[in-house]
């Protein structure tokens, strides 16, 4: 496993940052996930979402990842970016991915 990983998300139009850190547990297997956010809605994700196996999150369809199951339950905007910054985040600590930045470029 990678040890660490930090996203920045910029939303857009909304105008809020989220900060995402995603620390490989060594114990337990697990990435354990931080959420700082200007968004009220993050921020209820933040309380309920800590950890989560990066093998069976990186793997499974995306409508059955903990983290898109959370996000639905509190981020009332589908095109809200921070969902797949925090798959990012999780796959970088878990050893599964390269630190990359990721773009939407809107024109």
């Known amino acids: 496993m990678s040890d660490e990983c930090k996203v920045t998300v ?9 900060i995402i850190t995603a620390k490989a547990n060594p114990d337990t297997g697990m990435v354990d996930v ?7 809605n993050l921020l209820k994700l933040s309380w309920s979402f800590k950890s989560v196996c990066p093998y069976t999150e990186v793997e499974a ?10 996000a639905s339950e509190v981020i ?5 970016p921070v969902p797949c910054g925090m798959i990012k985040a999780i796959e970088v600590a878990g050893g599964l991915g390269l630190k990359r930045d990721v773009t939407i470029k809107v024109e």
């Open 34 to 40: 931080d959420i700082q956010s200007d968004c009220p």
């Open 76 to 80: 009332p905007h589908a095109a809200c």
């Open 10 to 18: 910029d939303a857009g139009v909304c105008k809020m940052k989220t």
């Open 61 to 70: 369809p995306m409508k059955e990842t903990e983290v898109y199951k959370a």
